[in-house]
């Protein structure tokens, strides 16, 4: 069984800054490419970015320059770091991952349940 859990959300004021948290658990042989979406409310779900196993990295255009995705492998965990935070940033952040339970089996997708983000102006 393999978990994905975020943490991290809450409320800031326009301009401030989150760092969000995505821990990875169970039975885990390798993790692929880790990501973060969010989705406002009467809005679907939409890309933040992912980070590759070897760190490389994508940003949707709407945070880069203020959103930064890292990721440490020995701790199966991946971060969100959210400056210069925006009204507009407000949504449920969601985690997601290719996990394989062994190295060379094909990997599964999975979602973390979801963390709040509010941002008032």
């Known amino acids: 069984q393999v978990q994905l859990v975020e943490s991290g959300g809450g409320s800031v004021q326009d301009g401030g800054s989150l760092r969000l948290s995505c821990a990875a658990s169970?039975?885990?042989?390798?993790?692929?490419?880790m990501g973060w979406y969010r989705q406002a409310p009467e809005k679907q779900r939409e890309l933040v970015a992912t980070?590759?196993?070897?760190?490389?990295?994508n940003y949707a255009g709407s945070v880069k320059g203020r959103f930064t995705i890292s990721r440490d492998n020995a701790k199966n965990t991946m971060y969100l770091q959210m400056n210069s935070l925006k009204p507009e940033d407000t949504a449920v952040y969601y985690c997601?991952?290719?996990?394989?339970?062994?190295?060379?089996?094909?990997?599964?997708?999975?979602w973390g349940q979801g963390t709040q983000v509010t941002v008032s102006s």
């Open positions: 997601n991952a290719g996990i394989r339970t062994r190295v060379f089996n094909p990997p599964n997708i999975y």
């Open positions: 169970g039975n885990i042989g390798s993790i692929d490419t």
């Open positions: 980070i590759s196993s070897i760190g490389i990295t």
